[in-house]
């Protein structure tokens, strides 16, 4: 894994993190834009049974709504 990549289960954890930080609300129940993206990435993690995510390869706004949920300490695949 490189510097760039994000290993799936920190995906997952940041996303856990981001949604239970910002619980959806009725009548909505949207999640947040960070959860959004994040949810985003997620799915393509799922879909396509991949390990890692190079960061490189996602939208600018993207890479800053994960990077801001990542847990601090990642994983290693």
Same mark, same amino acid.
């Given at each position: 894994?490189?510097?760039?990549?994000?290993?799936?289960? /920190?995906? =997952?954890?940041?996303?856990?993190?981001?949604?239970?930080? #910002?619980?959806? %609300?009725?009548? =909505?129940?949207?999640?947040?834009? /960070?959860?959004? %993206?994040?949810? /985003?990435?997620?799915?393509?993690?799922?879909?396509l #049974?991949?390990?890692?995510?190079?960061?490189? $390869?996602?939208?600018?706004? $993207?890479?800053?709504?994960?990077?801001?949920?990542?847990?601090?300490?990642?994983? #290693?695949?």
């Amino acid at each position: 894994m490189t510097t760039s990549e994000v290993a799936a289960g /920190d995906i =997952e954890r940041a996303w856990m993190r981001c949604a239970q930080a #910002n619980p959806t %609300k009725p009548p =909505e129940y949207a999640m947040c834009a /960070d959860a959004a %993206k994040i949810a /985003d990435v997620y799915a393509r993690v799922l879909a396509l #049974n991949l390990q890692t995510v190079d960061l490189q $390869t996602l939208r600018a706004e $993207t890479r800053e709504a994960l990077m801001r949920w990542l847990p601090t300490e990642r994983s #290693n695949p």
